[in-house]
């Protein structure tokens, strides 16, 4: 029987990208930036307020790994799940938790109304990203820079839960559990480290890119065109 890491694609390669989730493709987004000023319809991704925390003791781990320096950028690829959807996450690449993952407190029924989008709860996740109760877990590999996953609680989800075995300093590899959603509908981020001389260019493993906005369901519950599933290649990574 196959082992889960070797179910996740080019399991003992950091260059090809997996996805730690089961979902569908929200956005992704190249060079963010550490500060982004939001206007109604088109949401941006802001460093600064995605890492971030109002606990004190959350704020100066953040401040002292200096994770807004070390993405800003970078690249944020997110997704989002359904009630339907596999709940559990998978660790995305293979090499170190460089801290104790954390869940920042927040919101959980908060969303923005946008009356001329389809799901108004899908359509403002950057905004969710960023004031929601959601989790924190950084992994520094050797060959591809850092790695941070963001696991995002919406709706009606009771709680975010990293696994026992993601503690400061141990092993992963590709596949390893990494967590779970405790119920109901939510939303993943993962953000990678710009790095010299090279590109991620977001695209399955037949070679077909995903669009950096695709089009939304209809409803919050409906499924995206680009399906995203758990341990599968949204990337690669190429040189430049």
């Known amino acids: 029987m196959e082992s889960i890491h070797e179910l996740s694609a080019d399991p ?3 260059r090809t990208v997996i996805c730690p989730n089961d979902g569908s ?10 500060n982004d000023v939001f206007w109604f319809k088109d949401m941006k991704y802001s460093l600064s307020d995605i890492l971030s925390s109002p606990v004190k003791e959350q704020q100066k781990l ?11 950028g970078g690249y ?10 596999f709940h559990r996450w998978w660790c995305p690449v ?13 919101c959980f029924f908060n969303k923005l109304v946008l009356p001329d989008f389809g799901g108004a709860t899908t359509a403002s996740l950057p905004y969710l990203a960023q004031v929601n109760a ?9 060959d591809y820079g850092h790695v941070c996953c963001i696991p995002l609680g919406m709706s009606e989800v009771s709680s975010i839960e990293f696994d026992r075995a ?75």
């Open 166 to 240: 993601m503690t400061k300093g141990a092993t992963v590899r590709k596949g390893q559990e990494m967590g779970k959603f405790n119920y109901g509908g939510s939303s993943f981020a993962i953000i990678y480290e710009k790095l010299p001389g090279k590109e991620l260019v977001f695209e399955t493993a037949k070679g077909k890119k995903f669009p950096q906005r695709p089009v939304l369901p209809k409803s919050s519950s409906g499924t995206g065109q680009n399906v995203t599933n758990i341990g599968a290649q949204i990337g690669v990574w190429k040189s430049v």
């Open 134 to 142: 959601r989790g924190l877990i950084v992994f520094k590999t050797k």
């Open 94 to 106: 293979n090499g170190e938790v460089l801290f104790k993952p954390f869940a920042i407190p927040g």
């Open 76 to 85: 944020i690829f997110q997704t989002y799940l359904n009630p339907y959807n």
């Open 25 to 34: 493709l929200f956005r992704w987004q190249p060079n963010i930036a550490e």
């Open 12 to 14: 003992d390669s950091n």
């Open 62 to 72: 953040i401040d002292r790994h200096g994770l807004v320096e070390m993405f800003t």
